[in-house]
């Protein structure tokens, strides 16, 4: 057994020693990188010719001795692509490492710009050489379009070295609107495009669309792009809308477009009903739009009011018409504004009264009874409220109405409740109720009618499986937590699994 292992030692002594003295111990490898690296630093092409010329030493034509530079300079300066504004100055370095007795040529393109530290050209004064450290700088004042290209530069060295930068410059935008007066007209329900035309600008500018004081028709506060189509308009598209080119020189260039969309009138009334008492001062509001300007007049119980006798006015879009002296029999009344122009007529009517205002409901839609029904309603009154009548019928072609008198609450000051309970209605049926308030001035006229209904188990099941299947959806859209083993304790797992495996192998083994 001893001589067994005697043996292994001296084979694994045998094959130590042949890796140790294996290969070439005069290989490129062991010799530093700098040996290998001289073509980068130097290119001599040169022939000796050791009968002519043992001392290599070259003389011009005056005998002077001439220096022969055998390297080729490194950059120090790195490329650029810059960007400028057009009226900015451009500056491109060249710089080297050592810049010894080569000379640095400025290019741009196939042109010569410069020479050394000179301007080759002297046509262009805005060209100009700064001079640096090893190396030299490029100085081009009020660029303009034309400066933008790649610019190159090069040394005279053995090996031609060059460095080049890219310059783009930027252009300042111009945009002008499509028709050029910016003055738009369509008729109500045409299409119209909004366009503007960029007529300058490097890089192409980004067009965006804004409108004065309000968001655009569809919403958006902004819409980007060269134009915007609205295929059917109306007066809500009637405005003044900008479009901005911008490119990033500086402030947007802006356009202005005015947006005329032409309609009938249309009134918007602050108040259809105006309760007053004896004493009060009244204005009547309307608001018109109209496009073009309609004519205003205004009425009385159908009569019309002569401008000179009554107190009128115009602010905008907004004809008043003030009421003086209320309490007096001929001031109460129907008044009505009416607008004309050559697409039409609008009329709107207000009601002064000091009799009580329309009654405002506060029952629920449907009861809670099969055959009866609460219903409930306050009105607002400056005199006081004796008395209520309560009009209701099924809500059918062909039904008559059923009269009934209600008990008056006074809750607060100048308002009056009232409440009444109908019955022998039919179950699961639609009624529609109206009321009217008398007080000192009589009674007021019936308020609009109000739906309502009996209970309806329909109608309250439904509604409960509704409530009930949204419920379960937001139950089910909660996210779900589940245990889970992590990837760590997953390995670990693995591991001691496997450890046991080999300790049983071994074992079984020995």
Not at 232 to 259: E, V
Not at 295 to 311: A, R, S
Request: with cysteine.
């Amino acid at each position: 057994m001893g001589s067994f292992d005697a043996k292994i030692v001296i084979f694994l002594i045998f094959v130590i020693s042949l890796s140790l003295t294996y290969g070439n111990p005069f290989s490129k490898e062991d010799y530093p990188n700098d040996y290998y690296n001289d073509a980068e630093y130097y290119n001599d092409e040169y022939i000796y010719d050791d009968n002519k010329n043992e001392s290599n030493e070259i003389r011009d034509a005056d005998g002077n001795k001439e220096t022969i530079v055998k390297r080729n300079p490194k950059f120090v300066s790195t490329p650029k692509t810059i960007m400028v504004n057009e009226g900015d100055t451009i500056k491109l370095p060249c710089t080297v490492d050592k810049l010894e007795n080569f000379v640095i040529i400025w290019k741009k393109g196939s042109g010569i710009l410069a020479v050394g530290d000179k301007p080759f050209d002297g046509k262009d004064a805005r060209i100009k050489i700064e001079s640096s450290t090893n190396g030299n700088r490029l100085v081009i004042s009020l660029a303009d379009f034309s400066d933008e290209g790649e610019y190159t530069c090069q040394l005279s060295a053995l090996k031609t070295v060059e460095l080049k930068h890219s310059v783009r410059v930027r252009v300042q935008p111009q945009i002008e609107s499509v028709p050029k007066s910016g003055n738009i007209k369509v008729e109500a329900g045409q299409p119209v495009e909004l366009a503007c035309k960029v007529l300058k600008g490097s890089p192409i500018p980004e067009v965006t669309w804004r409108r004065q004081e309000r968001p655009m028709p569809s919403g958006e506060q902004s819409i980007t792009g060269l134009s915007v189509t609205y295929p059917k308009t109306n007066r809500h598209h009637s405005g003044i809308y900008s479009c901005s080119a911008d490119n990033g020189w500086g402030t947007p260039a802006t356009a202005t477009i005015r947006l005329d969309v032409q309609h009938k009138p249309e009134i918007e009334q602050e108040e259809t009903f105006i309760h007053s008492r004896d004493g009060d001062e009244v204005e009547i509001t309307c608001t018109i739009h109209a496009s073009p300007l309609a004519d205003v007049e205004w009425y009385k119980n159908g009569q019309l009011l002569d401008p000179k006798n009554n107190v009128i006015t115009k602010r905008g879009n907004r004809h008043s018409l003030l009421l003086q002296k209320i309490g007096e029999t001929d001031t109460h009344g129907k008044y009505q504004c009416r607008a004309v122009n050559q697409f039409g007529e609008a009329m709107a009517l207000t009601e002064v009264s000091g009799k009580a205002a329309p009654a405002n409901f506060k029952s629920l839609p449907m009861g809670q009874g099969l055959t009866t029904y609460n219903l409930e309603w306050v009105v607002t009154s400056s005199s006081d409220v004796s008395e209520f009548k309560v009009e209701y019928r099924e809500d059918s072609e062909g039904k008559s109405w059923k009269e009934v008198v209600a008990k008056v609450d006074k809750v607060e000051h100048e308002s009056y409740a009232g409440e009444v309970t109908l019955e022998k209605l039919r179950p699961a049926t639609r009624y529609v109720a109206r009321v009217a308030a008398k007080n000192s001035y009589g009674y007021s006229s019936f308020s609009k009618n109000f739906d309502f209904s009996t209970y309806n188990d329909e109608i309250e099941e439904k509604k409960e499986a509704k409530q009930v299947k949204e419920f379960g959806k937001e139950i089910q859209s909660q996210p779900k937590h589940e245990k889970s083993i992590s990837g760590a304790g997953s390995m670990h797992l693995s591991h001691s699994f496997g450890l046991f495996l080999s300790i049983l192998l071994f074992l079984c083994i020995h």
